[in-house]
C-alpha cells in the first residue's frame, strides 16, 4: 500500500529555526571569502600599506643610526651597543606585551606602538641637530624605542589573522613576507642616499613613514577577532602559557630554537659599517647596497615560496637552508670583492628567508587565536635574540678578535649549530608537510 506524503507538513526552509539559517548563511559566506583571493580581501592591501611604511621608517633609521654612531666614535663596539640597547627592553617586555595583546584591541596597540617610535625619531631629530660628541644620548632613544618594538611584534603577527580567514592565511603570511621586504631592500639604500642631505633630514623623513603607517591603519577592519572572554589566570600564569605552549611541541621549539642560535652566531649584519669603511672601501650608499642584499635574497625567495611552496620534506629543507645561510656567511667574512660580497648576502637572504615561511607557518596555523599574542611574544623573544644580541656578539668578537675572524668563527659556529640541532630535534629533521602542523607539532 501506498503511503502519500503530505509536503505541506514539511517544514520549508523559511520554517526552520533562525539559528540553523544563521549559521547555514554564515558558512556560505564564509566560503565565498575563502574563495577571494588574498590580495583582494578586505583590509589587507591597506594592512601591506600600514606595515611597508613602518618597514621603510625602521630600516632607514636603523643605517642611519649605525652610520651616525661609528662615525662619531671609530669604535666597532659601540656598533654593539647599538643592537643592545635595543635588545634590552625588548627582552623585558616581550613577554608581558605578549598577554597585553591578547586582552586588548590589537589594532590599537600597533598603533600607539607606532607613535612611541615617531616619538623617538623627533628625538633623533633633535639629537643630530645638537650637533652630539658622545653616543650615549643616541642609547638612550634606542632604548625607548626598543621598548616600543616590543609590543610592534607580537600585535604584528597576531593581527593578521585577524584580518584575513584561515584559509588564507598562508598566502597572507607568505605574499607579507615578501613585501615586507621592499621596505628591508628600499630603507637601508634611501636611508643612505638621505644621509647625504644630514642625519635630522633622514629622521624627518622616518617621522613621516611612521604618521603614515597610523593613517593608513585606521582603515583596516578586523574580521575574525575571537571573543574575549573573563579568565581567573593569574598574571604570571598567562605570561607563561605561551612558554609553556612552545614547549610542549618539540618541532615548534626546534624550529624557532635554530633560528635563535643560527643567526645568533652568524649575525654579520652589525659588522657591515665595519666591512663598508675598512675592508670593502665603500661609503654610505655601498653600506645600504650590502643590507639591502639581504632582503634582495629573502624577496625572490618570499615570492618563489608565494608560487611554489614547500610541500614535503619541510624540515630537511629547512636544515639545508640554514647551512646555506653559514655557508654564505662564511664567504662574506673572508671576500674582499664587493661584489663577491653582495652575491653572498643575497644568497643568506634567501636562504633565511625559507626559515621564516617554516616558522611562521608553523606558529600561524597551530596557535589559537586567544594566545597568539603571547606564544608570538615568545617567538618574537627569539627573533629579537638572534638580531640585537647577535648584533651585540659581533660587536664584541670583532673587538676582541679583529672583524674578519669574528665573521668567519660565527659562519663556523652557525654550521655547527645545524648538526647539533639535526641531532637533538629529530622530530623536526623528520618534519614533513608543513599543512599537517596540528599533528606534527604535538609529536
Known amino acids: 500500500m501506498s503511503q502519500t506524503i503530505d509536503k505541506s507538513s514539511q517544514p520549508s526552509p523559511s520554517d526552520r529555526p533562525a539559528t540553523e539559517a544563521s549559521a547555514e548563511t554564515d558558512a556560505l559566506r564564509s566560503a565565498d571569502v575563502d574563495n577571494v583571493p588574498v590580495y583582494r580581501q578586505p583590509g589587507f592591501g591597506p594592512f601591506l600599506v600600514a606595515r611597508l611604511a613602518a ?107 585577524q584580518i584575513v580567514p584561515r584559509a588564507r592565511l598562508g598566502e597572507a603570511i607568505a605574499l607579507n613576507s615578501s ?42 577592519p578586523v574580521r575574525y577577532a575571537f571573543t574575549r572572554t573573563h579568565s581567573d589566570d593569574t598574571a604570571w600564569q598567562r605570561f ?18 635554530l633560528d635563535l642560535f643560527a643567526v645568533l652566531f652568524g649575525g654579520i649584519i652589525a659588522l657591515l659599517p665595519v666591512y663598508a669603511h675598512e675592508i670593502l672601501h665603500v661609503g654610505p650608499e655601498g653600506l645600504g647596497a650590502l643590507r639591502s642584499a639581504v632582503a634582495i635574497g ?25 647551512a646555506v645561510f653559514g655557508l654564505a656567511n662564511l664567504v662574506f667574512a673572508l671576500s674582499h670583492w664587493f661584489w663577491l660580497s653582495f652575491g653572498a648576502l643575497l644568497i643568506a637572504g634567501a636562504a633565511d628567508m625559507i626559515s621564516v615561511y617554516v616558522r611562521l607557518t608553523l606558529l600561524q596555523l597551530a596557535t589559537p587565536d586567544e594566545m597568539r599574542g603571547r ?4 617567538n618574537m623573544l ?56 596540528e599533528e606534527a607539532s604535538v609529536r
Open 375 to 378: 606564544v608570538n611574544a615568545v
Open 179 to 220: 613585501i615586507m621586504k621592499i621596505g628591508v631592500i628600499g630603507g637601508p639604500l634611501l636611508g643612505g642616499l638621505l644621509y647625504a642631505l644630514g642625519p635630522a633630514t633622514t629622521y624627518g623623513v622616518v617621522l613621516g613613514c611612521f604618521l603614515l603607517a597610523q593613517l593608513t591603519l585606521f582603515g583596516v
Open 55 to 161: 618597514v621603510f621608517a625602521m630600516q632607514i633609521q636603523a643605517i642611519v643610526v649605525a652610520w651616525q654612531v661609528y662615525d662619531l666614535t671609530r669604535d666597532p663596539l659601540t656598533l654593539g651597543y647599538v643592537g643592545l640597547a635595543q635588545f634590552l627592553p625588548m627582552v623585558v617586555l616581550l613577554l608581558p606585551a605578549g598577554d597585553v595583546v591578547d586582552r586588548f584591541d590589537r589594532k590599537r596597540i600597533l598603533q600607539l606602538s607606532w607613535l612611541a617610535q615617531g616619538l623617538c625619531s623627533a628625538a633623533l631629530i633633535g639629537l643630530s641637530l645638537a650637533s652630539p660628541t658622545s653616543a650615549l644620548p643616541f642609547y638612550a632613544v634606542l632604548v625607548l624605542f626598543g621598548a616600543a618594538r616590543a609590543f610592534t611584534g607580537p600585535t604584528l603577527q597576531s593581527l593578521l589573522p
Open 240 to 257: 607563561t602559557a605561551g612558554i609553556h605552549y612552545i614547549r610542549t611541541r618539540p618541532v615548534i621549539l626546534g624550529v624557532i630554537s
Open 298 to 322: 629573502a624577496l625572490l625567495m618570499g615570492l618563489y615560496l608565494g608560487v611554489r611552496a614547500i610541500k614535503r620534506h619541510a624540515g630537511l629543507v629547512m636544515f639545508a637552508a640554514v
Open 382 to 437: 627569539f627573533i629579537g635574540a638572534s638580531n640585537e644580541l647577535g648584533e651585540f656578539e659581533s660587536g664584541v668578537t670583532a673587538a676582541w678578535f679583529g672583524t674578519v675572524p669574528a665573521a668567519v668563527l660565527g659562519a663556523v659556529g652557525t654550521l655547527g649549530v645545524v648538526g647539533l640541532w639535526m641531532w637533538a630535534f629529530p622530530v623536526l629533521r623528520r618534519a614533513d608537510r608543513l599543512d599537517d602542523v
